[in-house]
C-alpha cells in the first residue's frame, strides 16, 4: 500500500499553492509612501524577533538534540538529526506564512479603500499562505523522515524538534505581544490620552509586531506541533498492534497520512473557495470555509476508506490480534473533526460579543472593575464544560470504535483541516495590523471602517482557532499519553496506585506553576517597556504633541520586548522539561503516566479557562465601546477595560502557551521512556 | 479490644470543657448598652440565618433520607436514619459554637478596654467552644453509631448527613457573608463615603452576621464533614482488609477511634495551654497552641501503639494476607499531621502581609487594578506547588507504609487536631465582630488598636486553617476515592481505560462549574442587596447625616442576604449530585472512578489558587493600607482594592466550598456504588 505517498504529494501541492498566493499577496499594491514606511518598521520588528529568536532556538536545539545523541539508548543520533530537522521545518513554515502576513496587512489596507470584496482575498490568502505552508512543510517532514527511517519512534523525534519551535514562538510571542500591548496601552492610552495605533506612540510599532509574532507565527507554530505529535503518535500506536512487522507494510500506520494527505487537499479546496461579495459577512465567509472544509474532507475519506476497505480487513485478519475495521476508523475519525467543531462553536458562543456571557459582563462592569472581573472569571469556569464533555465523549466513542488507535485517529481527524483553520486564524492579525496601519497613514473614516469589519471578523475566527486549538492539542496529548504507555510498556496509570496518583498531583500543578510565571514574566517585561516609553516621552522634546518630523524610537521598544521576551521564557521552559524528567528518574514510569495525566488535566482546565475568559473580557469591554451602558469613556467602560487587561496575559499568553507545554512535556517523557524504564530509582 | 471507647470518652470531655468555655465567656460583662444593642442585632440577624437555614436543610435532608431508605439494596432505612442524625449532630456543634461565638465578640471588645491579655482568652475561648464542639459531637455520633450497628458503611451514612449540613454551612454562608460584604462595600464605602462597619449603613449588621455564618459555623461544618469522613473511610477500609471479622473485633477499624480520641485529649489540653501576656504576640500564641497540640498528640499516638503493638501483631499475622505493622501506621498518622502543618505553613508564606508575594502585588498596584490582579492571581497559581507536591508525597509515603489504609491513616493524623484548629479559625471572625463593635459603639482609639491586633492575628489563623482545611480535605477524598472503590469492587482506576478517562474529563470540570455558580451566586444576591441599601439611603430621611435616633432597616438586609444566599446554593448543590449520579448510572464504577479522581484534582486546584489567591490580595491590600506605595486613598490603593474585592468570593465563598463539594461528591458515589454496580447503562 504505497498510497500513503499521497501525504507528501499532497504537502508539496500545499506549498506550491502557498507560493502562488505570496506571488498573488507580493504583486498587490502596497499603497503611499506613509503606508509602506509603516509596514517597513512592522517588518523589520518582526525579522528583528525572528532572528533573535532563532538564535536562542538554534543553542536549545543544539543542547538538546546532543543530550537525545549521546544519551538515548537507541538511534540516538538519528534522533537528534530527527530533533533539528523537526524544529527547521516548523521555523521555515513560520518564516514563510510570517513574512507574507507582513506583506498582506498593507496591502489589504489599501485595497479597502476600494471595498471590503478586494480587500477581504489579500487578507485572507495571506493567512491562508500561513495555513498551506504549515501543513506542507509539517507533512514534507514527516514524510521524509518517515521514507528514510521507516521507523514512526523518529518521526516522534522530527515532532519533538517541532515542539521546541512551538515553545518558543508560542510562549515568546506571546510574552512579546502582551508586553507590547500592555505598555503602549498603559503609558499611551491612560497616562498620555493619546488614541490606540498612534504613531506617536514609541511601542505601537512592538504592538504591531506582536500581534504578527504571537498570533500568527505563534499559533502556526502551536498547530504544527499538535498535528506532527497527532500523526507521529497514531503511528507508534499501529506499530504496537502488529510488532513484528515493517511500518510499511503496516496499513495503520500509513492510515494516518493517508487521512492527513486527503486534510491538506480539502484545506486547498476550502481556501480557494472562500470569497466575500461587496455587502458580504466576512465571519460567515470564513465559517463556510471551515464548514465546507470539513465536508470535503469527511467524504474523501470515506472514499479511500471503501477503496481500502477489503485490503486492510484481509491484513487485519491475519496480522492482528483483535478486530479493527476500516469503517470504525473513519467513523473515529469523523468523531474527531466533530468535537473539534462542536469546542470551536461552544467557544464562540462564550466569547461572542453578541451572546449572554459577553453581555451580562459587560453589565456587570455597571458595579465596578471587580464584579466584571469575578463575572467573566466565572463565565470563563463554566465554558470549559462543554470542551470537556466534548473531548470525554469523543475520545470514549473513538476508543469503543477503534480501541487507543482511534483515540489517536481522533485527533488526526480533528487536525485534518489544520491548513484551513490557521489560514482562518492568521487572517485575523493581518487585518488588524491593516486597521491599524490605515489608522497611522490617516486613510480616512470609511477606509477604517472598513477595516474594522474585517477585523471583526477577524476576532471571531481566531477565539473559535483558540478553542479548536486546545481541543486538538487535549487529543493529541492523550493519544501521546497511550504512545508514552506503549513506548514504556507500562500496564496502565492506574489512579489507586501510589506513585501515580502522587505523580499527578505533581503534574496538576505544573500548568499553573507555567502559567503564572509567563504571566509574572508579562508584567516585569513590560514594567521595562513602560519605563522606555515614559523616557521617550519626556526626553524627545515635541514628541507628545506630534511635531512635524519629531519620529519616537520604535526600534528600542521593539528590543526590549524582543530581548525580555526571550529571557522571561528561559525559566518556564527548563522547569516543564526538567521537573518531567526528573519525576521520571525520581519515581519511574508509574509515576511519569500520572504526571502526564495530571498535567493534561489542569492543563486543559487552565488553557480554557484563560482563553475564553480573556476573550470574553474583550468583548465585553468591545459591547461597551459600540455603546451600551454608557459607552466608550464611561465608568463601567473604564471597569471593562480593566477586565480586558487582565484578558489579556490570560488569552493570549499564558493560556494558549499551555498548549504547546502540555505537546512538549509529553514529548520529552516519550523521548526519554527507554532511559528512565532502565534507570529509575523507585 | 474496647480501647476505642477512647473516643466517645474524649468526646464527652470535649462537651463538657466546651460547656465550660461557654459558661466562662457567658459570665464575661458585656458592656455598654450600645455594645449590647449591636451585639443584639448579630445575634439576631445570625439566628435568622440559622432558622432559615436549618429549615432548607431539613427539608434536604428528609428528601435525601427518603431516597436511601428507599433505594438503597441493604440498610436503606437504617441508612436514612444515619444520614439525618450526621445531619443534626453536625448542626447542633454549629449552633452551640456559633452561639458562644456571638457572645465572645462583644465581650472581648469589652475587655479590650483593660488590654489584650484580658480580650484574648474571651475570643480564644469562644473559638475553643466551637472547636471542641466539632470534635465532641462529631466523635459522640460516630461512636454511637458504630456502637448500635458495628458496621463502618452505616459510619459513612452518618458522614454523608454530615456533608449536607456541610454544604449549606459553608456554601451557603459564604454566599451569604460576601453578599453582605460585598453590598455594605459598595454601596457604603465607594458610593456614600462612609467608613466600614459604620452604624448608619444598613448592611453593615447582616456583614458582621456573615463572618459568624461564613467563617465560624461555615469552617466548622466544613471540617466536621472531613472529619468524620476521614474516620468513616478508614474504618471501611480496614474492614477490606479482613472482610469475615466482625469490625469490633478488627483492630484496624478501631484505631482511628482510638486516634481520633487522643487527638481530642491533645486539642483540649492545646486549648487550656494557649495564653498570651500583656505585650505578648496573639498569633505566635495561636501558632504555638497549634504546634503544642501536633507534639502532645505524637507523642500520645505512640504510646498506644507501643501498648497495642503485641496485640495488633498477633492479629494482623492470623488475619490478615498483608502485612501491617503498628509503627508503619503511626507513621503514616505523623506523615499526614506533618503534611498539614507544612501545607499551613506555606499557606501563610504565600498570603502574609510581610512576604514577597504580598508586597510585590501591592507593588504591582501601581501600574493599576490589572496588574495587581494578574501578579497575584499568578502568585496564587504559584503557591498550589507546594502543597500539591506534599499531599502527593504524604499519600505516597503513607501508602508505602500502611497501603491504601495507610493512606486513610493519615487523613485521620492531619485531622486529629481539628478541635485546635477550628478554635484558631473561629477567633478570627470573633475579633473581627470585636473590633466592628467597638467602632460602632465608639470605644476609643486605643480599644480599636487592641482589637486591630487581634484581628490581625486572626487572619493569620484564618489563612493558615484554610491551608490546612484544603490539605485535610485532599487527603480525606482519596482515602474516600479508595473506599468507594473497595464497595464498588473496582481493581483500580486506570487513566487508560477510556471511560475513566471520560469520567475524569467530566469530573475536572465540575469544580469549576460549581465555583462559577456560587461566585455569580454571589453578583446576583450582592445586587438585590445594592439596590435595598441604595433604597434606605434614599428613603429614610436624616439617615446619610447620621441624625439622632434614625436608625436604618438592618433587619430586610439580612433577610435579603440570607434568603438570596439559600436560594443561589440550590442550583450548584443539586448539580454535584444529580451529575455524579448520572456519571454514575450511565458510566458505571468505571466512569464515576475517572470523575471522582478529576474532581478531586480540580477541586483540589481551584481551592487552593482561590484561597490564596483571596488572601494574597486583601493582605496586599493592607499593606499599602499601613503606608505603603502612597498608602490609604491612594491611586493604588484603589487598584488594590478592586483585587481585594475580586478575591473575597474566592476566598471566602468559592475556594472553600470546594471542599465540601468534592466531600459530597465522593460520599454520594460511597453511599450509592451498590446500587450502581447493580443498574449501570454501560
Known sequence: MELWTIAPLAALASIV???YLFVYVNKQDSGTTKMREIAGAIQEGANAFLKREFMYLAVFVAVVATVLAIFLPKNGPIMG???????????????FGMTVALKANVRSAHAAKEGLNKAFPVAFRGGAVMGLSVVGFAMLGISVVYYLTGDPGIVLGFSFGASAMALFAKAGGGIYTKTADVGADLVGKVEMDIPEDDPRNPAVIADNVGDNVGDVAGMGADLFDSYVASIAAVMILAVGLAPGISSFDNPFVNLPLIFAGLGILASILGVAIVRVGKKGNPGKALNWGTYITCGIFIIMALFVTLYLRQEIETWAQSNLESSLYPFQIWGALVVGLVAGVVIGITTDYFTSIDRAPAIKTAEASKTGAAINIITGFSYGLISMFPPLLGIGIASAVAYGLAGVYGVGIAAVGMLSIVGMIVAGDAYGPIVDNAKGIAEQSGLGEEVIDIADRLDAAGNTAKAITKGFAIGAAGLTVLALLATFQEISGAAGFDLMKPLVLAGALIGIAMPPLFSALVMLGVGKNAFRMIEEIRRQFREIPGLKEGKEGVKP????????????????????SVLSIVVTLVVGFVGGIDALGGYLGGSIFSGLIFALLM?????????????IEAGAFGGKGSEPHKAAVVGDTVGDPFKDTAGPSLNTMITVMSLVASVFAPLIVMYALL
Request: hydrophobic share 45%; aromatic share 12%.
Open 17 to 19: 499553492v502557498a507560493s
Open 81 to 95: 538529526v530527527a530533533y533539528i530537522f523537526g524544529s527547521i521545518c516548523s521555523a521555515l513554515a513560520g518564516y
Open 553 to 572: 524610537d520604535y526600534a528600542t521598544c521593539v528590543d526590549i520586548a524582543t530581548k525580555g521576551a526571550l529571557k522571561e521564557l528561559i525559566l518556564p
Open 611 to 623: 482563553s475564553n475568559a480573556g476573550g470574553l473580557w474583550d468583548n465585553a469591554k468591545k459591547y
